[in-house]
């Protein structure tokens, strides 16, 4: 069985860092993608950042670049989503989603996360401004 397990939500001031992690178990970890994606009270999901063995790629959303930084720890299963410089705007409840073998880029994931057939529980992150 597969199980994401999100951590490292929180409160944070505007401009503080966090550290996201996605721990997996139930697949493989030397082919996979796993991608974060976030969601505001209402507003839409929208993508974040995905990486992807099947390149080695990794993509960021627009908002993101320069200030999120995607990384993997396979010794440990585990995604992490390093957020730097953060804004109110990153408020949101943060998912990791998976994919075993991974099909495709990370670019192809983020724009089509339907693809990704496993589903974290979410981690909220909340900056004050």
């Known amino acids: 069985e597969v199980q994401l397990v999100e951590s490292g939500g929180g409160l944070v001031q505007a401009g503080g860092s966090l550290r996201l992690s996605c721990a997996a178990s139930?697949?493989?970890?030397?082919?996979?993608?796993i991608g974060w994606f976030r969601q505001a009270p209402g507003k839409e999901r929208e993508g974040v950042s995905c990486?992807?063995?099947?390149?080695?790629?990794?993509t960021y959303a627009d908002s993101v670049k320069g200030r999120f930084t995607i990384s993997s720890d396979n010794a440990k299963n585990t995604v992490y989503l390093q957020m730097n410089s953060l804004k109110p705007e990153d408020t949101a409840v943060y998912y990791c989603?998976?994919?075993?073998?991974?099909?495709?880029?990370?670019?192809?994931?983020?724009?089509?996360?339907?693809?990704?057939?496993?589903w974290g529980q979410g981690t909220q992150v909340t900056v004050s401004s």
């Open positions: 989603a998976a994919d075993s073998p991974a099909y495709y880029s990370s670019s192809y994931y983020l724009k089509y996360p339907y693809r990704y057939d496993y």
């Open positions: 990486i992807s063995t099947i390149d080695g790629s990794t």
């Open positions: 139930g697949f493989t970890f030397d082919d996979y993608s």
